[in-house]
């Protein structure tokens, strides 16, 4: 997966893969969490993910698993803001007990399944991370300001 999450682990990750990718001389698949999760759920959804502290990410996705909102961080009080069906890791179901809990390991699968079929895999150098909020190091370096 190329995020949400921290932006070092992301980081390190995603250039793994990468570089093995370009090595390899192999296409590589790169899938966000949050489309992960709403590979759980036929129809349209919310995906919510736990990131740090009372953060959560957040994107709407149609029912063919596309998003149709651009990924948020939110905080904890403001999930109950959210309609509509909600497919959750399980940290946030314990903050949204109507949220149906995904198994992330059989929504990975049919995620890269999918993907694979649509001949979605690519380059290295397609392959990005996704943040959804900036780093510690530029929201302290914006606060300064």
Request: aromatic fraction near 12%; glycine fraction near 8%.
């Amino acid at each position: 997966t190329i995020g949400p999450g921290s932006f070092t682990g992301i980081r390190i990750a995603v250039n793994t893969a990468r570089a093995f990718a370009y090595a390899l001389n192999k296409p590589i698949l790169g899938i966000d969490c949050l489309t992960v999760g709403a590979y759980s759920y036929k129809g349209e959804c919310n995906s919510v993910l736990y990131g740090w502290g009372d953060n959560y990410y957040y994107a709407t996705f149609n029912e063919n698993h596309d998003m149709i909102s651009e990924a948020q961080a939110i905080k904890e009080d403001e999930l109950s803001t959210l309609c509509g069906v909600i497919v959750a890791d399980k940290t946030t179901q314990e903050i949204i007990p109507s949220a149906l809990v995904y198994d992330g390991t059989e929504a990975f699968i049919k995620a890269v399944e999918d993907k694979l079929n649509k001949n979605q895999a690519g380059s290295y150098d397609e392959v990005k991370p996704f943040y959804v909020m900036p780093s510690q190091a530029e929201r302290d370096l914006i606060n300064k300001k």
